[in-house]
Every structure is written in C-alpha cells, then in structure tokens.
C-alpha cells in the first residue's frame, strides 16, 4: 500500500463546469503524476510535479491543470469540462526505485 | 520518443494453459521496464519489474518476464494459468532519471476459460 487516495472516487458533472480532482499521499514522495485511462489507449500522462510548486506537462494536457503547494496533495483541474475529457484519472507517486504505485481511480463523466 | 506496443488487445486462454502476452518497447537508452496488472474496476498493481542484470525477472502471482534487448520485447508469461488471473495487462518503459514517468502500451485483456 502506497498510500495514495484519490477524491472523488466517482463524479458525474454537466459541460462547462470546473471539476477539481484530488490525489493525497502520505509517504513524502517528491515525484507526482495524473494520468487517464481510455479503452484502446492504456494509460497517458497529463501532468506530473516533481516538488512543491515545481510542475510540467505530460503528453495530454491540454484543457487541464494542476497545482502543489504540499508535498502531499497534487490537485487535477478541469476549468470547463467537455465530454472528451470523461475518462478514469489515476494518480500515481515514483518510488526512489523507479516504479509508480497507483491510487484507486476517480472515474469522471462529463454529459 | 518512447513508446510500448502490446500488438494483442485480448487473449483468451484455458484455466491450466500456458500464458504468454507480448510486449515491445521503443527507447533510446537502458530502459527501465514494468508490467502491471489491472483487475475490473480496480488501480493498476505491479506484476514486476526489470532495471539491470538477469534478464529473465520474476514477479508475483507465479509471473515471469523475459527482456531481449535484440528484439525490444519485454514478454509476460505464466506456466499455468487460473481464472483469477482474468484482468488487463498493461506494459510499461521508463527510466530512474528526469520526469521519471512511465509510458504505457494500450493493454491486453485476458479471459480464462473453465
């Protein structure tokens, strides 16, 4: 168990709304990540930190943002959200060992 | 850029039946290279992992992976298969240095048969 947890876990919003997703770890890791999980295309990563307030793109990160001002909360945000971006969000923390270790999920439909 | 291809998107085996799902990976360096595996409606779990040394890895769950750098495959198996083993399989490359993200292929989703 990594100690990740990811909020919402489900969330139904209509287009245009702002939705902010949550990821929380409590094991101090430097390394932070937000990807979505779409049939056909495995997992793509939107955005990642790598420390407080140090963070960049991925490679789908169009029509999101994110935010860290602990070490342990990486916020995901959708300033209006359109029907292309309902999808799974996972977030996930490197170990110092090179492996990611994966919260549970927040499963996002946007009508 | 980096990139995995997992060429099958499903398998169905035999409960009992060897298991092998295929993996090929482009990476300009040393690659740092995952399975996971994800059960229905559940985060993804790390099968096993190979950085460095024996290239033959193995993992939990009675898993194994083999990495052939003449090929650029990085090949899943299992000598026998159980039902519980129904579930997607995802691959992934990476590295210990800068972003130390993961790319992931699209998955292979397995169904064990009776």
């Known amino acids: 168990d990594a100690g990740i947890t990811q909020s919402p876990r489900h969330k139904v919003t209509e287009t245009g709304t702002p939705v902010t997703l949550r990821c929380h770890q409590t094991?101090?890791?430097?390394?932070m990540y937000w990807y979505r999980q779409d049939p056909g295309h495995g997992l793509r990563l939107i955005h990642y930190?790598?420390?407080?307030?140090?963070?960049d793109k991925g490679e789908v990160s169009d029509g999101y943002s994110v935010s860290r001002s602990k070490t342990e909360d990486f916020l995901l945000t959708l300033e209006s959200a359109t029907s292309s971006q309902t999808s799974v969000y996972f977030c996930?923390?490197?170990?110092?060992?090179?492996?990611?270790?994966f919260g549970e999920g927040s499963r996002l439909t946007v009508l | 850029a980096q990139s995995v291809t997992q060429p099958d998107i499903h398998i169905t085996v035999s409960e009992g039946a060897s298991l092998e799902l295929r993996c090929n990976y482009s990476?300009?360096?040393?690659?740092?290279l995952f399975w996971y595996v994800q059960s229905p409606g559940q985060g993804l779990q790390l099968l096993l992992k190979?950085?460095?040394?024996?290239?033959l890895v193995q993992g939990i769950k009675g898993f194994e992976a083999e990495f052939k750098r003449s090929q650029s495959s990085f090949n899943l198996r299992k000598p026998s298969v159980h039902w519980s083993d129904a579930a997607e399989y995802f691959c992934?490359?990476?590295?210990?240095?800068?972003?130390?993200?993961?790319?992931f292929g699209s998955g292979t989703r397995l169904q064990v048969q009776p």
């Open positions: 996930a923390i490197a170990s110092n060992t090179g492996e990611l270790f």
């Open positions: 094991e101090n890791h430097r390394y």
């Open positions: 930190s790598y420390g407080v307030k140090d963070t």
């Open positions: 990476y300009g360096a040393t690659p740092y």
């Open positions: 190979y950085f460095s040394g024996d290239t």
């Open positions: 992934a490359v990476g590295a210990n240095t800068g972003r130390r993200a993961l790319t």
